[in-house]
Nanobody, 119 residues
Framework: QVQLVESGGGLVQAGDSLRLSCAAS??????MGWFRQAPGKEREFVAE????????GYGASVKGRFIISRDNAKNTVYLQMDSLKPEDTAIYYC??????????????WGQGTQVTVSS
């Protein structure tokens, strides 16, 4: 059984930074991704990282502000979020699977962590 536990969410002001973590237990997968969902909106792709090799991918709305990284020894992936904006407010979910920017590319999902950015 795969378990994903996110942490690091919180309430910050616009322009601040946050770092989210996602610790995975169980088997490893080709890719780990971050998605987010704001109230009344579809779940949106944020970023992904391959478990081996150097591939990373980002959604257009976060490119240049967010950086995804991993620590294979800890089975943990991080999402460094800089220059946060109010529109980044959402529940952030990590997921593992074959990868890509679609939800269908991910098999297991975490419970989510709330990020709120005030203006």
């Amino acid at each position: 059984q795969v378990q994903l536990v996110e942490s690091g969410g919180g309430l910050v002001q616009a322009g601040d930074s946050l770092r989210l973590s996602c610790a995975a237990s169980g088997r490893t997968f080709a890719s780990m991704g971050w998605f987010r969902q704001a109230p009344g909106k579809e779940r949106e792709f944020v970023a992904e990282i391959a478990w081996t090799g150097g591939y990373t991918g980002y959604g257009a709305s976060v490119k240049g502000r967010f950086i995804i990284s991993r620590d294979n020894a800890k089975n943990t992936v991080y999402l460094q979020m800089d220059s946060l904006k109010p529109e980044d407010t959402a529940i952030y979910y990590c997921a593992v699977g074959r990868g890509g920017s679609s939800r269908s590319g991910y098999t297991y999902w975490g419970q989510g962590t709330q990020v709120t950015v005030s203006s």
